[in-house]
């Protein structure tokens, strides 16, 4: 019977809710404006492109203003926290999300270089003000026990509109980069649009009048930042998939077609993978989860000190991507775990400013090591600094659980549960 058609639907149809199921209507608003905002996420995978191309700017200037984007994104993550808290999570995702389309706009129609400069600060800091209050909304509307769970959802939603979009993004440049802009521009807005019309308030606790919730705290709160180190120091390991791989994979020969054949095994393992691997790691202790992702992005990353074949290298990329996979669900969770009913959105803030400091670390940090030091000497850090990090999330699992114990006394057992 289960060989039957019909055994085999209900099995799917079983397995597709237990992956999806359960999880409110305002959440899966908030997924599909994810989904339309990241296929119109064009704007940044060519932006260097386009300054030097279009806009005539030196190598060194579209470096420049890139950072500078960078630099308004980890602001951006502290401000956004810091008002979906005082404000409430909806009135900041709306005027984040329409914000940040008026700030892509700008961006693509600055000329001067002066111009750009600010519009891509301005820009940086508008487009990202949503995402530490989306991660926020996320741990209002969703059960401690299932936002791992949601967390992995959104984390493909967001790569799955990365990848549709980026390839758009290739075919409208061909006629215009202005489009590029505004069509950003256009799906920022109409998440904007979609949140304002189907997403209610979620905060759960607000500030007593004439109070103002420190955003402050989560650098106040040694728990956090005990948790924030090894978070950090991965994801400057994680970005060098993107920073100094290429580089070094091509002074071994590896030319640009094969590495983008090589580098596409993240893409597609997310893809296929995330959704169902989100629902296994809910299961399992935080503390080991993040453990063994920090495991396979050590010897993942380390593999390519010996990496002088394609295949290899793929090897290498598919191991540290499954450790992706398991710790992007994670660590907003553990975060949604430390924080305050009334500081969610400054905890989770101050989360979102930790990528950005990495990727304004790691091409500089790695460049340095791979030209003095040499592949064998930046690998094998990133193998010895990820198995490090595996240890010390093993080490502080406790101080997490019985932070947990005290803010979720309401639900006994949560604890020992998730950590």
Not at 181 to 202: I, N, Q, R
Request: glycine share 12%; charged share 10%; proline share 5%.
């Amino acid at each position: 019977m289960n060989g039957t058609p019909r055994g085999l639907r209900a099995r799917l149809s079983a397995q597709l809710h237990a992956t999806t199921g359960g999880l409110p209507a305002a959440y899966w608003y908030l997924w599909a404006g994810t989904l339309v905002n990241r296929l119109g996420g064009f704007v940044v995978p060519f932006l260097t492109f386009y300054l030097t191309r279009e806009c005539g700017l030196s190598v060194a200037q579209a470096g420049l203003v890139a950072s500078l984007h960078g630099v308004g994104a980890v602001a951006a993550g502290l401000v956004g926290g810091a008002l979906a808290d005082r404000l409430g999570r909806r009135t900041t995702l709306v005027g984040g999300l329409w914000s940040g389309a008026a700030g892509m706009v700008l961006l693509g129609f600055s000329r001067t270089p002066a111009e750009i400069a600010v519009a891509a600060l301005v820009a940086g800091f508008l487009g990202e003000l949503y995402r530490p209050v989306v991660s926020a909304a996320v741990t209002d509307l969703v059960p401690a026990s299932e936002r791992t769970r949601a967390f992995g959802l959104l984390y493909w939603a967001v790569n799955l509109g990365f990848a549709i979009g980026v390839p758009l993004a290739g075919l409208a440049a061909r006629s215009s980069f202005r489009i590029l802009f505004l069509a950003d521009a256009l799906t920022t807005f109409l998440y904007g649009l979609l949140v304002w019309w189907k997403v209610p308030e979620t905060r759960v606790s607000r500030p007593e009048p004439g109070a103002r919730p420190s955003s402050a705290a989560p650098f106040r709160d040694p728990v956090f930042l005990a948790f924030s180190l090894p978070v950090l120091v991965l994801a400057i390991i994680f970005y060098q998939g993107q920073a100094t791989l290429s580089l070094d994979l091509a002074a071994r020969g590896m030319s640009s077609a094969v590495f983008g054949g090589v580098l596409a095994v993240n893409g597609l393992l997310i893809m296929l993978v995330q959704p169902f691997a989100s629902r296994v790691v809910g299961r399992m202790r935080r503390s080991s989860a993040l453990a063994g992702a920090a495991v396979l992005t050590g010897i993942g990353f380390g593999l390519h000190a010996v990496t002088e074949g394609a295949l290899l290298a793929a090897l290498a990329v598919g191991i540290w991507t499954l450790g992706e996979i398991v710790q992007a669900p994670v660590k907003p969770s553990v975060v949604s775990d430390l924080a305050p009913p009334d500081l969610r959105g400054s905890y989770q803030g101050a989360f979102h400013m930790l990528g950005g400091l990495a990727a304004f670390v790691a091409p500089a940090l790695g460049g340095w090591v791979l030209q003095h030091w040499g592949s064998r000497v930046l690998w094998g850090g990133c193998l010895l600094l990820g198995l490090a990090a595996a240890g010390w999330h093993l080490l502080i699992a406790g101080a997490r659980r019985r932070r947990i114990e005290v803010l979720h006394a309401e639900t006994p057992g949560l604890a020992a549960r998730l950590e």
